[in-house]
């Protein structure tokens, strides 16, 4: 949608008496930031960015779009990884990072109710003086936003053992894509009729935008162990976590770190993790301290029979929170091995784990590339991250190919193509690798209950094209750099 | 088309032997609507092509797994066609290294947990009438019991779920993994939709290994307001029981004569686990119970533990031999105790007992109430003021109210919905989508859906 100067000065006018002078963005210098979200091979231009403060302001701001004919999407941090905040079509990015308050806390019941812009860590580090937690804890979590959180149902290590976002969210209170304010469900659980909260969670953004969260909390854990499990193969790790879950072992989290990871997280952090491992097991049991040493003994017992190099079980919570720093930052430290890495999302079934991962190293080595590997190995949900330059020619596309292939092996063995990202813009055409032309044909009729006139973040999760390897937003050099004059990093 | 017509072509269907039609309709004319024939599809293509039929003739369907919810909601329609599930009663697949399964949808709940129970695993969903109650069934009413304290309700369970959809098709939502984002869940749309959205068909659930230890505590107390703060005293611990129950009234001595005959109000706790830690939280508990003036805390065992556990999950069936209805709540937990004070107050004023089972961490409570002495048709028209009073109460906290069960003649008199919230349009347009012809239990849904 090209909109005239004289539009655009007349809409900005119109945003800004709705959320303040402050609280628009038009510039295309300001723009930029919010160009992609954390999957940066991925960028769309918005005509406007909007603050609003809060949930009346989101409704208003949602009527002039629709008045316009103009797209909408929310953001929170940008630290998604499938594009689910760009605005792929124009329009008004609506940025929820203004309304970060928490509004209620009642410890009796559990539960808490929040604005969505709120920072996940910010709300266990509010409870926990209480002894309680926000249980979902994603990776991102110093960065993301609750909100983004339902919006992508996210995931992180500890909800292997007590469920993803939409295990713990009871009531939202959401701008519907015509402008109007319902709150779903809320504080008290069963709500008579559909369960429009369970189907909103993990919508990507195309149903509405959330303005308050009712999340339930949950008491700290008595006691935590936390271990270290060094492998000499890869193939002893994932045989590991394969044991772990059928000798009936319920870790709160179980995630894998493979060498190239491992090097580059020492070099960042000094983590502690075993530099000459082929691959190490993060491994963490939390509960009743009765009985802790017993189930303890039984994991060092399941890691030792695969072949455990060495087993190490942090000493204190200093060594502990060291040993998650490792893992939670991960990520950033690929930059110190590589200009890019594409990060994957994939989700398979435990016990095929051994032959998947063979099949990853197989496939980015088949492309020329390297790869490496931390995730969520207790669920299957797999992280390859495939480490690339995309200064080299055509280095770009052979990575989206690899993963392409990668999904390809997922579904092959009974597992799907996101475990806790999102299919957002990255996977909308690997849908019919999973779902046949009724599952879309339904979904889509479900979208059209909530989101008639399809303004509400369009682009997202439904194909656009018979490929499967996504292309239109793919990586496109600015005008600036073109010309030499600036170089990405 | 003829009724002679129609049966030829659902007996092409399902072979004559899974037809009823005339008398045999006999025990699925339900609330007074008989059914203009039942059949029991062997095989997914055949429930589809029963649908698809259904949706050409604008035959509503009736979806019927176990009947054990049948009196939830509003009657069924006169002259629809009532699908039986109970020939699709297979595992189709349970992976025990994965702790998954996939399971058709007419298997009763004992059959299942039987099954998974061979490889040590199970389903940690633990609903009323298991003997009976369907897994399609305890899904499409989302029904639970004690356990989900600690290991929630079916939402948190289910994966993947496969229905015929409204016009025969078979859709699939989620898939056989337990972290999944991909597309929409509909898993959460389909279940608790009582069959207005297709004909559940298949699920495939996330297992857990059986624990070493399962033990069971019935405490007494005096008076409720205690039970009420140890409830909350317990929930605010460390302890990490997997029930929490508080029962009330309902037929005396079911829990243990010596233990709460004497008592008004008693809590039912569950502990699981390995048998270390289950031990600590039984001692745990006993402390704080008692210091909180519990009368008696006796662990239970055997045939008087299953007892328990099967009074307070089928409590709206068995509370009393002569109940007359029974009402399904949700408050806050904090509220539970106040509930219970002022629904006695209401139903002993209108010369009627109350019996009230809560699942009271969660907030979830079955009121049932029955006659005080001999009231003849007056109960009729004491059960229907109860209710009304029970549904303002319980709507001036925040909460909601349904009916659970009651005779025709109490649910013409009283809504078995609250007043639906302004959400319900939203949920009016997915029915709208799903179902333009509106054959899937039409009228029997929050919001006349």
Known sequence: MTLSEAARRRLKTEFQAIVGPDGVLTDPSELLVYESDGLTIFRATADFIVFPREAAEVAAVVRLANREGLPFVARGAGTGLSGGCLPSEGGVVIAMTRMTRILEVDYESQVAVVEPGLVNLHLTQAVQHRGYLYAPDPSSQLACTIGGNVAENSGGPHTLKYGVTTNHVLGLEVVLPDGEIVWLGGKVRDPQGYDLVGLFVGSEGTFGIATKVVVRLMRRPQAVRTFLAAFGEVAQASQTVAAITARGLVPAALEMIDRITIQAVEDAYGAGYPRDAAAALLIELDGLAAGMEAEAERVVVACRDNGAREVRVARDEAERQLLWKGRKAAFGAYGRVSPAYFVMDGVIPRTRLPYVLDRVNEIVAAHGLRVGNVFHAGDGNLHPNILYDPRRPGEEGRVLQAGAEIMKVCVEVGGSISGEHGIGIEKQNFMPMIFSEADLATMARVKAAWNPTGRCNPGKIFPTSKSCVPGELAYKPHPIEERGLAQRL | ?449
């Open chain 2, 1 to 449: 088309m003829t009724e002679r017509v129609l049966y030829e072509r659902l007996a092409e269907i399902v072979g004559p032997p899974h037809l009823l039609t005339g008398v045999e309709r006999g025990p699925y004319v339900f609330e007074g609507r008989t059914p203009r024939a039942v059949v029991f599809p062997g095989s997914l293509e055949e429930t589809s092509q029963l649908v698809a039929l259904a949706a050409e003739e604008g035959i509503p369907v009736i979806p019927w797994g176990g009947g054990t919810k049948m009196t939830l909601g509003a009657p069924p329609p006169e002259g629809g066609l009532v699908v039986g599930t109970r020939r699709l009663g297979r595992v189709v697949e349970h992976e025990p290294g994965d702790l998954t399964a996939t399971v058709q949808a007419g298997i009763t709940m004992a059959g299942l947990q039987a099954a998974l129970g061979t490889k040590g695993q199970w389903l940690s969903l633990d609903p009323p009438f298991a003997a009976q109650a369907t897994l399609g069934g305890v899904l499409a009413a989302n029904a639970s019991g004690p356990r989900r304290y600690l290991y929630g309700t079916a939402r948190d369970l289910v994966i993947g779920i496969r229905v015929v959809g409204p016009d025969g098709a078979v859709v699939k939502g989620g898939g056989k993994v337990v972290k999944n984002v991909a597309g929409y869940d509909l898993a959460k749309l389909y279940i608790g939709s009582l069959g207005t959205l297709g004909i559940i068909v298949e699920a495939t659930l996330k297992l857990r290994p059986r624990p070493e230890v399962d033990r069971a505590v019935a405490v007494g107390f005096a008076e409720r307001g205690r039970a009420a703060a140890a409830a909350a005293a317990l929930a605010a611990s460390d302890l990490l029981p997997h029930s929490l129950e508080l029962v009330e009234g309902g037929r005396p001595g079911l829990f243990e004569r010596a233990a709460l005959a004497r008592s008004e109000v008693g809590l039912l706790l569950g502990f699981d686990g390995i048998a270390e830690g289950v031990a600590w939280q039984i001692e745990e508990a006993r402390r704080l119970c008692l210091d909180l003036g519990a009368e008696t805390f006796e662990p239970l065992e055997g045939a008087r533990e299953e007892a328990a556990w099967g009074f307070v999950r089928d409590f709206s069936r068995v509370a009393f031999d002569d109940a007359v209805a029974a009402a399904r709540v949700g408050v806050l937990p904090a509220q539970v105790g106040g509930v219970l004070e002022q629904a006695s107050g209401i139903a002993r004023g209108l010369g009627l007992r109350l019996g009230a089972s809560a699942h009271a961490g969660a907030g979830i409570l079955a009121l049932v109430v029955a006659p005080a002495g001999a009231m003849e048709e007056n109960v009729i028209l004491a059960a229907v003021k109860a209710l009304r009073e029970f549904r303002e109460l319980v709507r001036g906290l925040g909460g909601h109210l349904a009916i659970e069960w009651a005779p025709l003649a109490i649910k013409e008199q009283v809504e078995v919905w609250d007043p639906p919230s302004p959400a319900v349009r939203i949920m009016q347009r997915i029915k709208a989508q799903l179902d333009p012809k509106g054959i899937m239990n039409p009228g029997r849904f929050v919001g006349g859906i």
